[in-house]
């Protein structure tokens, strides 16, 4: 029996932002097998299901399945798991120590490695695209304006072809207080598009930093179910900040 906990992340409204799936194993035991994750993952058919194992005061290992694959960062599973566990975590991960901490009103902050992408050339003809870049797991396309990204209708069979884990799609923000808009397709990974992809933020951050001249910036995700990400560049590294809201419990009994 595991019981599983449902967030909706980077949103304070239940049923919008991205929703993961917590899974606290018992702190006197090892991994699942990778096969059970993987099922597990599978049946819950959310972008990411994270395993959280406790290590002991506010340490912790950490997890995360799509569908189909375990991958190596996830943003919106490291904000729910902080949000079950308690803000004030340190994650073990495959991707290096992951610390969380409480931020200014309710936010949950989490320190994650900085991704500035690099120029390389199309790998895909796109039409309203400005140029592509490559960071360490995603292909960042940039288009003309946000209108052009909330109406991008992608060829999900050739962006699955893409060796990537996906593709961030990008352009300035269009109302007040919104530096930039995104979308993230990766059915490579098991996920047609992400609702909001904290991750991606390690590459859109420093993207737009250095066009918009400031280290702080609020990225928006114009998902259908949409959602906010607070980012600050600091070195090699970048402070990704969201709400998060419980919505539900599992059971499984099997």
Known sequence: ?????????FTSEPFR?????????DATGGWPEETRMQHIA???????????RPLGGADFDLRWF???????????ATLASAHVVGSRARFRTRSGLLACSPGPGGLIQMDFPLDAPEPVTAPLEW?????WYRGRFDLLVEMGDAVEVRSLLPDLKAVAALDCRGVIVTAAGDRPGIDCVSRFFAPQSGVPEDPVTGSAHCSLAPFWAGR?????????QVSDRGGTVYMRCSGDRVVLGGHAVTVSQVRMVV
């Open 127 to 131: 039409p309203g695209a400005l140029g």
């Open 42 to 52: 599978r049946e819950m058919a959310l972008s990411e299901t994270a395993f959280v």
């Open 66 to 76: 799509t569908p189909t694959v375990e991958v190596d960062l996830c943003g919106h």
């Open 212 to 220: 918009i001249g400031r280290n702080e910036l609020v990225g928006e």
């Open 17 to 25: 932002g991205n929703p993961a799936a917590v899974a606290v194993l």
């Open 1 to 9: 029996m595991l019981d599983l906990t449902v967030v909706d992340t």
